[in-house]
């Protein structure tokens, strides 16, 4: 069975510094990526999605993962942070049986 | 366009009760997905929706969970003699299928009293 690992529930950078956040999966099969974004008291908003047509994807405000077989990964990152990056982030993993199988999410905090 | 909508967004109800929570999807979508969230998790998979029928319904928890979705566009969640653990954020999510983007609604969030 697919399942996600979000490594760290917490993230703190200042405004300005580089945003990784980290993603692993595992998969028996090729699967397709996703990161969402959610704001407080809002629904899930697409971030980016990997479906084997790029390893690197670029995403919307800045973000973009790479995907990482050899290591099942698919990290988040984002060159300079920003104040209205703050929110919970999380991966999902989608193998073609339709349900996503999220990661239990890692809220990114900004500092100024 | 519009986005997917669910009502309502707050719902508060006492153990034992009935509640049903409603989802309208993005217009011409065939795909519908319902999934909670508990505080400090991640959405977990309930049931989903191909058409008017439900492709795969694996993740409901019991028999007290039941959704439909009659004319293959709003849905509708229904919980019978609701529970405390039942607290949580409901979110409903809609696509083309197969492993197309889902895109997710406000949710309605559910206290249990």
């Known amino acids: 069975a697919q399942s996600v690992t979000q490594l760290g529930s917490h993230v703190s950078v200042s405004e300005g510094a580089l945003v990784l956040l980290r993603c692993n999966y595992s998969?028996?099969?090729?699967?397709?990526l996703f990161w969402y974004v959610q704001y407080p008291n809002q629904g899930l908003q697409l971030l980016l999605k990997y479906t084997s047509a790029a390893t690197l994807v670029k995403g919307i405000n800045g973000f973009e993962a790479e995907f990482k077989k050899s290591e099942t990964s698919f990290h988040l990152t984002k060159p300079s942070a920003h104040m209205s990056d703050a929110a919970e982030y999380f991966c999902?993993?989608?193998?073609?049986?339709?349900?996503?199988?999220f990661g239990t999410g890692t809220r990114l905090l900004v500092s100024p | 366009g519009a986005g997917v909508s669910q009502t309502p967004s707050n719902k508060v109800t006492e153990k034992g009760k009935y509640v049903e929570l409603r989802c309208d999807p993005i217009?011409?979508?065939?795909?519908l997905y319902w999934y909670r969230q508990s505080l400090g998790q991640g959405p977990e998979f309930l049931i989903y929706f191909q058409g008017t029928g439900a492709a795969d319904d694996s993740g409901l928890p019991n028999d007290r969970f039941f959704a439909v979705r009659p004319e293959g566009s709003v849905s509708t969640l229904k919980i019978q003699r609701t529970e405390r653990g039942d607290s949580a954020v409901y979110l409903c999510?809609?696509?083309?299928?197969?492993?197309?983007?889902?895109?997710f609604g406000p949710g309605t969030r559910l206290t249990v009293l």
């Open positions: 998969s028996s099969v090729p699967p397709y």
């Open positions: 217009s011409g979508h065939t795909a």
């Open positions: 999902a993993v989608n193998t073609g049986f339709q349900k996503l199988v």
């Open positions: 999510a809609s696509g083309q299928g197969f492993s197309d983007t889902q895109y």
